[in-house]
C-alpha cells in the first residue's frame, strides 16, 4: 500500500517545494538589506531583480511573483533565523558565500555602504558559517566588478 501511495506523490515536490522556499528566504535577505539603511534605492531593486533572476533562472512573471512574496516575508519577519535556516539547511559552504556575495552586491549597489548594512552582511555571514576571510574576499571581488562595470561604461 506504501509503495502505491507513493506513485501517486511526485518524487521532485518536496525538491520544488525546498527551491521555492530558498528563492524567497535569498529574496527576503536581499530585499531586507535594500531596507536596512532606511534608504531604498533603485540601483538595490534592480540588482536584487538580476541577482534573483540569474541565481534562480526566473521569468520575469516569476520573479515579480518571488519579490512580492520576499517583501511580504520580509516585513512580517521579527528576525533572519527563519531565512538563515532555510539557506543552511539547503546548501554546503559555497552555495553559503554565494548568499553573502549576493548581499554584498546589493548594498553596494547604490554606490554607498553604511554601518548598518555592512553590519547586516556581517552578521548573515557569521549565521552561514561563512569566514571572515571569505566575506571580505566576497566585498572585494563584487567591489571589483562594481568598478570594471563603471569603466566599461565610461569607455562607451
Do not use: C, Y
Not at 533603485?42 to 533562472?57: C, G, K, N, Q, V
Not at 526566473?58 to 520576499?70: D, F, I, N
Amino acid at each position: 500500500m506504501w509503495q502505491a501511495l507513493k506513485k501517486l506523490i511526485p518524487q521532485d515536490a518536496p525538491a520544488r517545494r525546498d527551491e521555492a522556499g530558498l528563492e524567497r528566504a535569498f529574496a527576503a535577505l536581499l530585499v531586507h538589506a535594500s531596507l536596512i539603511d532606511s534608504h531604498p534605492s533603485a540601483e538595490e531593486a534592480s540588482r536584487i531583480e538580476d541577482l534573483l533572476a540569474e541565481r534562480f533562472d526566473l521569468s520575469h512573471e516569476e520573479l515579480h511573483t518571488l519579490m512580492e512574496q520576499a517583501r511580504k516575508h520580509e516585513a512580517e519577519a521579527v528576525d533572519l533565523h527563519r531565512f538563515i535556516r532555510v539557506i543552511n539547511g539547503a546548501l554546503d559552504n559555497e552555495g553559503r558565500k554565494d548568499m553573502v556575495e549576493m548581499l554584498w552586491a546589493t548594498v553596494l549597489a547604490d554606490g554607498k555602504l553604511d554601518s548598518f548594512e555592512q553590519h547586516l552582511v556581517w552578521r548573515v555571514a557569521e549565521l552561514l558559517g561563512v569566514s571572515t576571510r571569505d566575506r571580505v574576499t566576497s566585498r572585494h571581488k563584487v567591489e571589483r566588478q562594481i568598478a570594471a562595470a563603471k569603466a566599461e561604461e565610461e569607455a562607451k
